[in-house]
């Protein structure tokens, strides 16, 4: 009988088609994510015009799908593990683009945001499961980079959504670029043939033939066998079991910097993507030139995560992030200081690098940190943590706004949580990453 390490041959596996191929699907199924997610603070100040509503039910209007996602971050996460993360991903991409359409389609507020908590739940169960199988298959010299582009299709989901307002809500109403959502059920088919099913999950299942063809087409100068014993570190414990496992072996501080960190991440994430718009066009400027700030700041977030993934497989990861998280602190206080428009630009680009492209990279030492039989359920619960921040941002901004404060003192508020997730990133254990 050969003994196969499953984990070392991935491990040490040259970029092939395979990988290009996965990168394709999940960066793809990033990009709806993204789309979903960024429409809501695309469309908000036409909304808030035609619905006539504040700013305090526009945040709840805005939080409603970020309160979805914060239950299927932690739930789905769980349940890829028991179901396979392929069919859990597929799922969650027909929730979030059929319930997305259907919010407009929504006359009121309140059917609005029930119909945006659904869609919610399937964009954040796509989340820690593709981030998951990419760090999976993904080479070891590779991992961080990898997982960082295929994240990057977040902010290209924020550019599309932009784009797609700018030609489409003054034309055809804000319903429009909701509706359009719906567009990635007609690819589901080619996403379930084109992504592969996790290794430990086929493993556990004793599906060894089709980990035997993933392996090979990883790795072409592998050949199988018959008595090929395929190792992999399996756990049979079950989910609470699990989930207690993220709080033992001394990862449990770790775990809850990991939650605190990203709490802090996706304020300030979620209250620029919900409010740049508004914010720049209560400072003068008109949509459509608020909707080109946020095409920049979502070019920014593709180079920070590019970037930031590229420099996090040179030097230490948490090092990387700190210094992307204080530098967010710094360009996001900046924007409230009445600059010209190239001077704006430049700094809402440094914005959008900091504070989503950080996030992506935080999302990629998450997924190191956390072995591969608890690593959806890791980076999930460490995504549902952030998740409260998400959705408390475009309230607690939305308040800010009610009130009329200063400009810079609304970005100041975004701004300040930045310096708190350096230092919680710096005090994740490091040295436990090299274990997983």
Not at 76 to 94: N, P, S
């Amino acid at each position: 009988m050969r003994q196969i390490d499953v984990k070392e041959l991935i491990g040490k596996a040259r970029f092939s088609s395979f990988h290009g191929t996965l990168l394709f699907w999940c960066g793809l199924v990033i990009i709806f994510d993204g789309y979903d997610l960024a429409v809501v603070g695309v469309a908000l100040p036409t909304m808030m015009a035609e619905l006539n509503i504040g700013g305090t039910m526009a945040g709840l209007m805005a939080s409603s799908a970020l309160f979805g996602m914060m239950f299927g971050n932690v739930v789905f996460g769980a349940l890829a593990e028991q179901f396979g993360r392929r069919r859990t991903i597929i799922f969650c991409v027909t929730v979030f683009s059929v319930f997305t359409a259907a919010a407009g389609l929504a006359q009121d507020a309140l059917s609005f945001s029930l119909l945006r908590f659904i869609a919610g739940l399937g964009i954040g169960g796509v989340m820690p499961n593709v981030i998951a199988l990419m760090t999976e298959y993904s080479p070891l010299r590779l991992r961080s980079t990898l997982v960082s582009i295929m994240f990057s299709g977040y902010a290209i989901g924020g550019i599309l959504a932009a784009v797609t307002g700018k030609s489409f809500i003054e034309a055809y109403g804000w319903q429009s670029v909701f509706i359009a959502a719906a567009a990635p059920v007609l690819l589901i088919p080619m996403i379930w043939r084109g992504l592969p099913e996790s290794a430990a999950f086929l493993k556990r299942k004793r599906r060894y033939q089709e980990l035997q063809g993933v392996l090979k087409r990883i790795s072409p100068a592998y050949s199988p066998r018959v008595d090929d014993d395929l190792l992999i570190p399996v756990t049979n414990r079950s989910s609470m079991a699990s989930f207690r496992t993220l709080f033992t072996e001394g990862r449990g501080f770790s775990t809850a910097m990991f939650g605190a960190t990203c709490f802090l991440s996706l304020f300030m994430v979620y209250a620029l993507s919900t409010w740049l718009t508004a914010l720049l066009k209560e400072a003068g400027h008109n949509l459509g030139s608020a909707l080109t700030f946020v095409l920049i700041l979502n070019l920014g977030a593709i180079a920070g995560a590019v970037g930031g993934g590229w420099l996090a497989d040179r030097f230490r990861i948490n090092v990387v992030l700190a210094l992307m998280y204080l530098m967010a602190a710094v360009v996001i206080s900046a924007m409230g200081f009445g600059l010209s428009d190239d001077a704006l630009s430049l700094v809402v680009a440094f914005a959008g690098a900091a504070t989503i492209g950080t996030q992506i990279v935080t999302s990629a030492y998450a997924a190191q940190f956390y072995s591969e039989e608890i690593r959806s359920m890791g980076v999930g619960l460490m995504l549902g943590i952030g998740r409260i921040g998400a959705m408390s941002s475009p309230i607690i901004i939305g308040l800010l706004v009610n009130i009329q404060l200063p400009l810079w003192q609304n970005f100041l508020a975004i701004a300040v949580p930045g310096v708190i997730a350096a230092a919680t990133i710096m005090l994740v254990d490091y040295k436990q990453t090299q274990k997983a």
